[in-house]
């Protein structure tokens, strides 16, 4: 093929990219957003098999087989909710394939180079490198392979600012003598030392946000690619996964209350001091993400019961709950309230505030009309309830509320439950409600994460 | 001018025609204000406030009315009352006129230049003055307190441990001023209301306070397109009827509001109907005065047929005889300063207001309806 | 390279970043674990310089070796990244 | 097992402890039960729907209690009525034990096991069977009804063509089940709320119901952070004081609901705080049967002191008849469902809510406090 | 300065350009945004002057004095009210710039030019006639030069097809023989005419959405020139206007609930249906643009007094109501009730219902309490209120109304009315507030009308 | 003209198109107004193509007169576009 039409196809496939990530922007189309990205990788990488003198086709053949067993393998295996340490090993995979790439091309070239070519492939490799290792350390973090608590020791910050200066000092040594390897090694070596290094003062609860800021440089990596090879495909997807990589992980830390500042210097070396005590249990980890997860489910599913506690009471959030009620209902879901007879501090409390609120008495139901009906919802929204929804009720005859009818909540598909902390209700036990696998906590006053939700949903 | 404020005589009547606060304001304008000595006392405004807003205490009625220019009433005067007035005066009160034929012969009798609060044209611009409108509106709500007080039931529903309480079913018939603050109030409470009227167009005001209307599903077959309003079947009509019967026999509350300008109330109710309800419901008929909306009620009382409750109760205003009498001296005072120009006391006869509220003047009876009514009782 | 060239593709990594910004600014924060894992296989797209890397020459050497190298590693990106967002994706109705 | 209902005798008792619902599920547990005719006739619930149900009626209460193995009654028993209980028989009702030595003596001496509904454990479990709870909601929601209807003024605020209607201010002290009930009732119906209570934990109570917690607001002086609750000083206390009298002056509607478990209501309302009230303003007291919360109260009367109207009613929840029957026969049942296991009626001694109930058994009198105060008053 | 620093000062002004679109995306950078677009094309013109081997320095001169002083007369003198048309007549001028540039080049070029070169031209050129004339025919109709009605006659949609067809052989033709200026002057001819008769069809009311169309066009001809010129500038600033004013287009049509092609086709010789009633009348006129501009007015206010009527309560529009305002209390905006004592159709309707939805009694204002304050009040909303706010009861002698105080609405700087119609409220007279130059109407059910304005306001 | 050059002009329209797609996507519809006036004034980036063609020869002749409207037109759509969006602007609060 003549490189001007490898170049169009290029184009073509850049566009399907772009295409990609808009259609990700809806539901409805995500799916066929990243369909259409997937034809764009395909056709990208059959036509670079077209360029005129391409050679070595066992080789990428093999290569090429290995690397789909491995990564379809881990890909579908994966559990549900280890996608995000998956997509870090992926990432750093990518990341690594830039760095080898620099380094193929550096090789190709000898010494024969102009600065703009060797500085675009120091960065490649660089970035590069660094993703590699800091994706790995992300996995392990969130594997638990290592401490997830932040890892620090005196000197730190000293210590990688010593690193990145050498890595500076022995480039500009490169630029003094291009083909000298053991410099080039030497820079190599530190940048997967940084990786290591940058990410590992890092606490378990902002690793997502880590992730996500190593993809935006694995791009970065890509691109500089590009521009070493001239070759306008790689700018472009690598420009664009590193541009909308840096903001999502903008959008990340707007979530998180975190400025992006913050958490770049921090992944420097400067231990935050919130990741402190968010830094155990898989609660207090994703605390970032939970929202939007929450959101998602609430507005993908067909049908849900909410479960009003005395915390909506609390929070004085029934007129925010009507709302969430009513945008889903209109969304299509159906929606249902399920009112325990002892919720809240007074024989009707619920519904003396749901009428306030408006909610139409027919969309209340008493426990007795209600309860057979968990076990065919998607989700139920737990607002302030604790002691109503307690299964303690059911299986532990040592409980104090043992034999009191409670609303089968954890029967339903999903349950998402809206309170400040883990902390006890009325009666004063503990509710493994919390802690089952199908239940979502979402921490914070329940009319501001209503709000919070129902703007999400809105987007 | 002397403004004179009689102390309300009528049994149960606690309202006071000026309050305090409206003489500070009518003293401005240049009326000089007697008060009867107590006539604040039942609706809680004291002699010592009115003293204190420039108002004359006299105890004796006799002496009040000798010296007044202006009498201002609540309730109708008696015919002592009335004898008392000074010939040649004005009195301001609800007047009844329509159905006090005696009364107004002896207004006219004496000169007087009597005006009729409840006769008031209902404009928009008239709402001020308009005791109809601010009097209903307290019945109304307060008909509503009544019936959730004497009912042996909860308005609202509630989910307890002590099991679901179902809602309590609210009628209103007649969506006037009256009916509509049932809905509002009983819809507060918590209770599921309903309302029926025979003006199609108070159909949206009705849902604009959160009530259903009752409508007759209209017929497929016939006529088909509009126009049926005006030439309402009587087989439209009777479905109408059963339609409402079946939401009586349903209803734990019934408030009947139907009032006819001037005429006795009609019978919304039958003594069937209230037997249709289940024990221990409530009637409140706000038109008990006018004769009742049930054929059952006993005006000014209490009574228990079937099982249900009918409050007959004639003057529910009363019973709030401190906003009652707030808003009826505003009534009275915007009435007033509706009477007065630039430069002070001045009846424009040519005025809609002035002349629509007139019962007697110069020895005649001006009231259109009411001169005929006692044309036609005297034959 | 030539200035030229050098200033061509800045341009276009400028237009490509402010495309990129603005695509994900529109994106709901319901999406955004998957959009990150969808961009995540887009940037495998260094498989691009891996094939040509591999290939260069008709003999194996130590560039197609590293290339090699570069080609497995790209693909498991490109495949895993895109097989792991479809199975997010799954997740959502229709 | 023979369960009877029996009627109750008392003045102004309106409820019955069964209601043909409960009767329906309880026959299915193999209850048999027995009902004296006109048992649910004051609560709307007539002879026909009981036999409907399964119950037996019996016309004369001595036949029914002379065949009842458990007799079940709202209000404590007469002393004849205690007579008449078969010996070793059960019976389940309010026993008010620490008030009615008598009765509980008579109750040891016929070896009747008796459970007191009063003494129910206030825990959640125990909340389906908590009569306390249930009726403490319609004496909350019914004492502002009695308010609003009583009081000469509107609870919301309207803005009219006749002025603008202040809203009502109403006070609730004490923030238990009725005073929350109150609360949210009063909010409804537009007043503007406030309630304080010894209980600092209830303040987000109060708040979860739309009303605003009266607070003694921290003196930034002396001792600084935390702490004062415990040792709340003599001053403290004094301001708190002067707090509440001032808001007791401010309001139109005051409602005490403050009891202390088994002891007389202390007293919240002095007479001087009383005078300090608007004339019209009133305070219903739910504490009434206790004596009352105003120094005032006659229990079971309405006075007017010092223009204040004091309403007294000693058993609202008789005046609901029809739902708190409902209410307190879900009680009922779900107390009698707790004492039976999967093969039917049998008391487990051992269980914390059986025991705790339990007033008297095989001669004895178990409740604690009962037999204290028993002993303390014999000396 | 050397032809590489020109592009990157290009380049540099590009960005300017789109970091200018994208701050007017907020409010409160839109002035910033418009500021760096000014200085990206100070920077575009300053470095194009700089061209090596650049003449003319005089006429150069003498041109942007004459367009500066005509265009900054114009734009300042322009009232608010007349800023669409001016904005059209300004746009017209770049579409009429871009043909005669094209024009120029064609001249230059004489001959010889590859086919690539003559297609860009030609469409430079057919698409920048059509805009300056098309847009010259929207100005006159907004100003009501011609009628704002459509203008139709037998034949038109043939009639322009031909046109259309003629300009194709046209150019067919001068593909064949490049330098026929005759040919090209007729192309040229054609397409002033069709940009007339495409124009002229479509109702006032469309217009705001043809402006916004032909600026798109303004900027694929300019796109169309950089192609030509091989300027990169003018390539990406011209597909940045053509795509985001297609786009722009797009949004407008939605917000009028037409599809984009039933415009872009109705632009082309078919009359629109809904035209027909919406063509007369100011208010009509800009029904799609209200709700937006009534956003804005709302989200910019200092002071804010909402005056519930009947309307509201016919809507039972409260909670709406009560959203609107807290949004707004959120963002600063002073909010405040007007009740009058007449509202509604019962004694205390309003109250009722804003107790429903829990507005506090201390944002409640009484006639007398806050007459004399809406002098000072920068917007008055008022949802579904008619009779109360009828300045008739003031200054009409002969109005059954005539004496009863009502709301002094109109001395506010703006007034919103939400309504349904123009149609007249319980006492059924007419209400020459609705006519007042300071008042906006926004017709739809109250409801709805509310809650789309609090979606608009949260974007 | 070569189709390289063609090619990359093509590359930068795509992008430049996704780009000012994406830009308008964000912008809320209060702004839609001053949004098209703005974008307007841009448009008349056209007047660098116009000096181009006004200094293309150093005598006046055809095509520096049609280049001298140009630059005239090119001008008042620039000066009043940013003018009127500037005035548009002033309606906003701070
Ligand atoms: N209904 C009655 O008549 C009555 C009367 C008295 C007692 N009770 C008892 O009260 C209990 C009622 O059960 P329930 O499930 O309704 O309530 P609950 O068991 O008391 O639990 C309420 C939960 O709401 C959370 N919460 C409090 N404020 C919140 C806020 N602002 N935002 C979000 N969450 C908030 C609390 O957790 P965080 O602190 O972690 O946020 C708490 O765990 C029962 O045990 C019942 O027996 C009922
Ligand atoms: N308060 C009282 O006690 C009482 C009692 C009886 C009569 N009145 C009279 O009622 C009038 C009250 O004045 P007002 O200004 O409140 O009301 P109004 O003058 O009756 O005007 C209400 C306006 O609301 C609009 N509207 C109706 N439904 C709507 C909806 N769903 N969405 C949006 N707008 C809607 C109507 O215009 P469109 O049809 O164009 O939408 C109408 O012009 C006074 O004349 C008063 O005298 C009052
Ligand atoms: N202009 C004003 O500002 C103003 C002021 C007050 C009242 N009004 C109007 O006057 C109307 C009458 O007010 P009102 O409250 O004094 O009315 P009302 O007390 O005279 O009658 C009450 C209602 O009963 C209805 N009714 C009569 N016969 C009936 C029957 N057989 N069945 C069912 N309903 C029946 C009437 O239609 C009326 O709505 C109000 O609806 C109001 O719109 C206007
Ligand atoms: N576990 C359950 O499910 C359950 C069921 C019912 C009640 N309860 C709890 O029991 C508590 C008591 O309920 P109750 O309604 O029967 O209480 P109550 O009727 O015994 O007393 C009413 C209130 O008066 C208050 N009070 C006492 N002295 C006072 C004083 N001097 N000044 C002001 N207030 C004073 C008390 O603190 C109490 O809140 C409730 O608050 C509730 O939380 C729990």
Redo the contacts with the bound molecule.
Sequence with gaps: MSINSINLIYLASATLFMLGIKYLSSPSTAKRGNFLSMIGMGAAIGITLTTPGLHGFTLITIGIIIGTVIGGYAAIKVKMTSMPEMVALFNGCGGAASALVAMAEFRVLGTEFDSFTLITLLLSMIIGGLTFTGSLMAYAKLQGLISTRPITYPGQQLINGAILLATLALAVLLFQDPGNMLVFSGILILSLLLGVLAVIPIGGADMPVIICLLNSYSGLAVSMTGFALNNNALIITGSLVGASGIFLTKIMCDAMNRSLANVLFSAFGQVVESADDTGEGPAGTMKGFELEDVATILANAGTLIIVPGYGMAAAQAQHATRDLGDYLGEQGVEVRYAIHPVAGRMPGHMNVLLAEADVPYDQLFALEDINDDFASTDVVLVIGANDVVNPAAKDNPSSPIYGMPVLDVEKATTVIVLKRSMSVGFAGIDNELFYKDNTMMLFGDAKSSLQKLVAAMKQ | MKLAVLKEREEGENRVALIPDSIKRLSKKGFEILVETGAGNAAGYSDQEYEQCGATLVSSAQELTAQADCVVKVRPPSLQEAEALKNDSILIAIIQSTLRHELVSKLAEKQITSFGLDIIP???LA?SMDVL?SMS?ISGYKAVLLAADTINRFFPMLMTAAGTIAPAKVLVLGAG?AGLMACATAKRLGGVVEAFDVRPEVK?QVKSVGARFIEVPISEDGSGSGGYAKEMSDEYKQKQAELISKHIAKSDVVIPTALIPGRKAPILISEEQVASMKPGSVIVDLAAEMGGNCALTQPGQTIIAHGVTIVGHSNLPSTMSFHASQMFSRNIEKFLLHLCDENGFKMNMEDEITRGSLVTKGGRVIHELTSKLMADSKI | MDTGTIIIGLTIFVLACFAGAELIAKVPPTLHTPLMSGSNAISGIAIVGALLATGHSESINSVSLIGFLAVIFATINVVGGYTVTRRMLQMFKK
Tied chains: 1, 5.
């Design positions: 209902r404009t928009s709402q409108s509106t001023v949206e």
